[in-house]
């Protein structure tokens, strides 16, 4: 075995596929291009002022542009993300934890590394709910409004 070559067949099946992924590429990056330089000679160009202005819509700014969000939107918004992608990792271990117990795989080395995958997300959600991360805390607005139904009533 030793010394001997391969194929010419095996050698020209290679070759043509890193051909077909060179053209793949280059097609890939050539069609946004293309249409990129397409847009640039068709579209219209009109300047006015309206579309220098720092709002998308033509506006005329009033007021300040420093706003206060509430943090908690960011908090929501990455908590969810970080939930999400635990339900999303768990599913290859759902696919094979019945095949593995079929093929005699001890139960419990399947289940420690998922076990302590969540029990990790679990003290992070303990964290988070004892930091108040998850609360949501009412707008004074609201709270002002609350107060006056109950005077009324």
Known sequence: MRGRSKPQHVTE?????WIAIGALAAV??????????????????VPETGKSTTYESGETPTGTTRIRFN???????LLFVVFDIETVLLFPWVTIYRPALEAGV????????????VGILAIGLVWAWR???VKWTRSPR??????????NQ
Do not use: N
């Not at 943090?71 to 918004?77: D, G, K, L, P, R």
């Not at 609201?142 to 005077?151: C, G, N």
């Open 131 to 133: 930091t108040g991360a």
């Open 13 to 17: 099946t290679y070759m043509s596929d």
């Open 106 to 117: 001890p139960m419990i080395d399947l289940l420690w590394p998922m076990l302590a995958f």
């Open 71 to 77: 943090i908690q939107y960011y908090m929501v918004a």
């Open 28 to 45: 890939g990056l050539l069609i946004p291009v293309a249409m990129m330089v397409v847009s640039a000679l068709l579209r219209p160009s």
């Open 142 to 151: 609201a709270t002002r409004r609350k107060t006056e139904r109950e005077v």
